[in-house]
């Protein structure tokens, strides 16, 4: 009896299974079947007004009210995103550049509507700004005031949106603003994405990283790390700034980490004193520091350079024997002076170093059969 109740108990949750699929399929297949047919009516519309704008002659009057009454609805604007995709992707056409040049006050209008609706609907707006690019039709100072308001949002999807949006128009004063509110609101995303959006800024990099530099005193500990891996990987022109970070020991570790970092990316020759100093200290606390300034010691000449190099091929921290290795290799050393290393007593090293040489070999073979 007890078996059967079981295998009844099982049947019934099977049914229910496939019940439930079967109508999930149904609501599936009709809100993608209402998509269709609002993007469809979304398309019919554009064309009729992209007609009338080919044929000098402007848009309907009553068409800007009727598409900012529909956009409100987030279902909608998602279907006017996807006719967007499809119908205005021509950049060259006179006639698309007109229609979005027309719909700013739409988009004004729904970027404050938005702003004060829930964190989904407003980052999805945000989105939507940043995937088409309104910026080169639009004269967007008041959008990119209010999307700056958006970093406000507790939502990591809508700051990040809304960062990219602002990213894409390529005003340097809203991004250095938003960055400032982003920090000071406790809103800060990880560095690494704080610093691959500042480098895939469109506008005037000099005049952002001037305005971040400006206000980076104020900034946490995290956003100073993002901002500072940032310009080292965009420009050399603060190597004087920089320096002083490098050198103060009281400084955050992370900051001290990535300006060594970039004196390895950009001669300085104050640097190299330092540099060597790092690379010099025997203390296992410190490691870090030497084996970052090890790597970054590939970029300076001389012969004090490859004495520490060479001793550090006999630490016992393997990263500082690694990239020691690397960085004597980058020397363009010849095989004997290499070879005074892989013969040595020290197993450790010679194992890197023969291991750093059968690399090069590697190297040399591949680019002879690429030829």
């Known amino acids: 009896m007890g078996s059967e109740v079981l295998l009844y108990g ?6 229910s299974m496939l019940v439930f699929n079967i109508i999930y399929n149904i609501l599936m297949k009709r809100k993608v079947w209402r998509l269709e047919k609002r993007s469809k009516r979304f398309a019919d519309e554009m064309e009729r007004q992209l007609e009338r704008v080919r044929n000098g002659e402007e848009m309907s009057p009553g068409y800007m009210k009727h598409l900012q009454r529909r956009l409100s609805h ?5 279907a006017f995103d996807r006719v967007m995709d499809e119908h205005l992707s021509a950049e060259e056409d006179e006639a698309v550049s007109e229609y979005h040049r027309q719909i700013q006050p739409v988009i004004l209008y729904l970027t404050v509507l938005y ?27 008041a959008v990119q ?3 700056v308001e958006y970093m406000k949002k507790d939502s990591l999807y809508c700051r990040v949106n809304a ?23 406790g809103g800060f995303f990880h560095e690494k994405i704080l610093t691959d959006g500042l480098l895939s800024f469109t506008g005037s990099h000099e005049k952002l990283m001037e305005l971040l530099w400006g206000r ?11 901002v500072l891996n940032y310009i080292r990987f965009r420009s050399g022109d603060y190597c004087e700034r920089i320096f002083r970070i490098m ?44 084996a970052i300034s090890i790597t970054s010691l590939a970029s ?9 190099l060479m001793g550090a091929m006999h630490s016992s921290n393997w990263y500082i024997r690694k990239n020691a290795a690397a960085s004597l290799e980058k020397h363009q050393l010849d095989y004997t002076d290499l070879s005074e290393v892989a013969g040595s007593n020290d197993r450790y090293a010679r194992e890197m170093m023969l291991y750093q040489l059968d690399s090069r070999k590697h190297e040399e073979i591949t680019k002879e059969i690429a030829v």
């Not at 990316?265 to 640097?271: G, L, N, S």
């Open 10 to 15: 099982y049947g019934a949750v099977c049914i």
């Open 74 to 78: 987030v279902n909608n604007l998602i």
């Open 163 to 185: 960062m990219q949006a602002l990213y894409d128009f390529g005003s340097a004063v809203n991004v250095a603003e938003a960055v400032v509110l982003l920090d000071r609101n």
């Open 216 to 226: 980076f005193e104020r900034f946490s500990d995290k956003t100073k790390l993002a």
């Open 247 to 290: 050198c103060e020991q009281d400084e955050n570790k992370e900051l001290r980490l990535s300006a060594i970092r970039y004196f390895g990316r950009y001669y300085y020759e104050p640097a190299k004193e330092p540099l060597l100093a790092f690379a010099s200290d025997k203390d296992t606390v410190n490691w870090e520091y030497a």
């Open 115 to 141: 702003k004060d609706r829930d964190n989904m609907q407003a980052a999805y707006f945000a989105y939507f700004l940043s995937r088409h690019k309104l910026k080169k039709h639009m004269s967007v100072d």
């Open 145 to 147: 005031d209010i999307l």
């Open 300 to 308: 300076y000449q001389g012969s004090d350079v490859l004495h520490v």
